[in-house]
């Protein structure tokens, strides 16, 4: 964890901020370079995601990018490595841990590519940002360019993003919102991947706004 972290998590302060504050509080979970979470830190610094606050970044590794963006800008983070844990149980309780010091509104996994098993007082607050129309191109193994090459030897005339709830299956919960654009032909895996990240960069800061403000019933 980075020190700016620590001492937050030390004093408590982070907590009683976000109450005083009334913003509404989300974790950003990642495993990679962060460009997700820098979508989210740009939106909030210019008002495009009013009212939110990022109170505290999990990163499952401490040498990519990501990190380096959450400290940046001045973030908490976290480091949870699963090599460092005996089990997905352990690993788990950490991550969970963390979210209880922190006691965010919501939980965004935004290029984590981690299993994390939800406890049950975690239930309909995790949302998780997927690069495929769900539940076409899910499951274990189904992450960045994995996804867009199943894709292009699907066949499939159209492609996506999805934002779900998290329950403790592989991109198995309730669908809150998707996103979509087609296949072209001569598409790479990069090219796609560059299609529907332009979709996400819109579909996960509207899927937080519209969950802010109680337009979408929490999953379970």
């Not at 962060?34 to 989210?40: R, V």
């Not at 499952?60 to 089990?87: F, T, Y």
């Not at 965010?104 to 996994?109: A, F, G, M, N, T």
């Not at 949302?127 to 360019?145: D, E, R, S, T, W």
Request: charged share 25%.
């Amino acid at each position: 964890m980075s020190r700016r972290g620590r001492d937050r998590r030390r004093d408590g302060g982070e907590g009683r901020e976000g109450e005083r504050s009334g913003l509404f509080r989300i974790a950003v979970l990642i495993s990679g370079g962060g460009s997700t979470l820098q979508n989210l830190i740009d939106r909030i610094r210019d008002g495009r995601l009013a009212g939110v606050e990022i109170c505290v970044v999990i990163s499952s590794r401490s040498d990519v990018a990501g990190v380096a963006r959450a400290e940046a800008a001045g973030l908490p983070v976290d480091v949870i490595r699963v090599k460092d844990h005996p089990d997905a149980q352990r690993f788990s309780d950490h991550v969970t841990l963390t979210l209880d010091v922190f006691m965010p509104d919501l939980v965004v996994q935004a290029g984590w590519l981690c299993y994390w098993i939800v406890p049950p007082r975690w239930m309909g607050k995790v949302i998780n940002l997927h690069p495929a129309l769900l539940p076409k191109f899910g499951g274990k193994g189904m992450y960045g360019h994995h996804v867009h090459e199943a894709v292009l030897a699907a066949g499939d005339r159209e492609t996506g993003a999805t934002v779900h709830w998290v329950d403790n299956e592989y991109d198995h919960g309730a669908v809150i919102a998707q996103a979509r654009c087609p296949v072209q032909s001569g598409d790479t895996a990069e090219a796609l991947a560059e299609r529907v990240q332009a979709l996400e960069r819109e579909l996960l800061p509207r899927t937080i706004l519209a969950i802010r403000r109680g337009e979408v019933k929490r999953g379970k």
